[in-house]
């Protein structure tokens, strides 16, 4: 097991090919992962089942238990578990087969680390209940009716203010980049350049603060954005 303790969620990587195993630990670490490696099917389960990840990426050419017939036993044991397949074959069959065998989503290689990086928090996205009612301080979000409240007082948002501040509630406290909120809000599309950004920001603080409360969401030079909520 490797020594270090990150304190993010567990991904095993399973790739018979040792660069590529190397590449995504460092680039998963980075991101804040907890990362295991194997390099064939044996080893991987023994670390599905013992280590308990959870998600894996799967490469589907492997020696012994490939990455297909893994993806089937891991969905089996493990419904919850978050898969994405990693290969170099292209066809629509190969992907067919990779996400009839209980995938997440799947990844042709080469690829870029940060494409595969957007899937990952996709699939956790996925995955993740989120409660109907989320609280930060004295600042709450309706999911259903998106809707939120600030001490009682209502603030209706726009469909884009409310994808927006859900980011920052999710998390509070974390500091997130903008090119996270562009992937996560626009779906990294032109209209999720950081003037944008920066204008959206500005509706919710306006909104957040219209009956003279103290500054929620504060700007960090050169690293994005956070939400402090008051206690």
């Not at 990952?120 to 309706?142: C, N, Q, S, W, Y």
């Not at 469909?159 to 909120?181: C, D, N, W």
Request: proline letters at 5%; glycine letters at 8%.
């Amino acid at each position: 097991m490797n020594e270090s303790l990150p304190t993010g969620p567990k991904v095993l990587v399973v790739d018979d090919d040792a660069y590529v195993t190397s590449v995504l630990e460092r680039a998963l670490r980075r991101d804040g992962y907890e990362v295991e490696t194997a390099s064939d099917g044996a080893r991987a389960l023994e670390l599905l089942r013992d280590w308990r990840p959870d998600a894996a990426i799967l490469d589907i050419v492997m020696p012994g238990v490939d990455g297909l017939e893994l993806c089937r036993l891991a969905r089996a044991e493990r419904p919850g578990l978050g898969i994405l397949m990693l290969t170099a074959r292209d066809a629509s069959g190969d992907q067919v087969a990779g996400l009839d065998a209980g995938a997440d989503d799947y990844l042709v290689k080469p690829f870029s680390l940060q494409v595969l990086a957007a899937r990952l928090r996709a699939i956790f996205r996925r995955r993740e209940p989120t409660p109907k009612v989320l609280h930060a301080g004295d600042l709450e979000l309706d999911s259903a009716s998106r809707v939120a409240r600030r001490a009682g007082r209502e603030i209706p948002l726009t469909g884009t203010e409310y994808r927006l501040l859900l980011q920052f509630i999710a998390t509070p406290g974390r500091v997130i980049p903008k090119s996270e909120l562009s992937e996560r809000v626009w779906g990294n599309d032109l209209a999720g350049s950081d003037n944008i950004i920066e204008v959206y920001v500005g509706y919710l603080r306006n909104k957040l603060e219209a009956a003279g409360e103290a500054r929620l969401i504060h700007t960090l030079r050169g690293a994005g954005y956070v939400l402090r909520p008051l206690a």
